[in-house]
C-alpha cells in the first residue's frame, strides 16, 4: 500500500500583498505560485511578501520555486520580499547566489544577539577576566 504525495503548499491571505506559503513546495506547485503572485501584483501594490516560515522543505525545488517567484515579480513590475525562510533554506538561497541577487531577507535577529547600544554593566569592585 502506497500513500498518496504530500499535497502542494497551501496559501493564506492575510493581507492583499502577503502571501503565506506553507508546506512542502514542488516543482508542480509554481505555476499556481506564479499566478498567486501576479493576481496580488496586480492590485496596485509595488511589493508582494512571501511569508515562507511555512515552508518545510528546503531543496533544489523550493529554491526553483523561489527563483521563479522573483522572475513573476520582475515581469509584473513589483519588488519581492521573502520573510522567516528556514536555516537551511536560507543556507541555499545564499549558495546559489539567490540572496543576494535575487530577494531581499527579513530575518529575526539572534536570541542570543544583545540589542544594538547595550553594554554590560562593570561594578568598580570586579575583577578583570
Known sequence: MSSPPPAGPSYVATSANLMVITGPVRPDDVPALCAELRHRAGNGHTEVVCDLRGVTTADLATVDAVARL??????????????????????????????ELCVEVERDPEQREPPLGVEEAVESGDPAR
Open 70 to 99: 522573483r522572475l513573476a515579480a520582475r515581469r509584473a513590475g513589483v519588488g519581492l520580499r521573502l520573510r522567516g525562510p528556514t536555516p537551511a533554506l536560507w543556507a541555499l538561497l545564499c549558495l546559489v547566489g539567490l540572496a
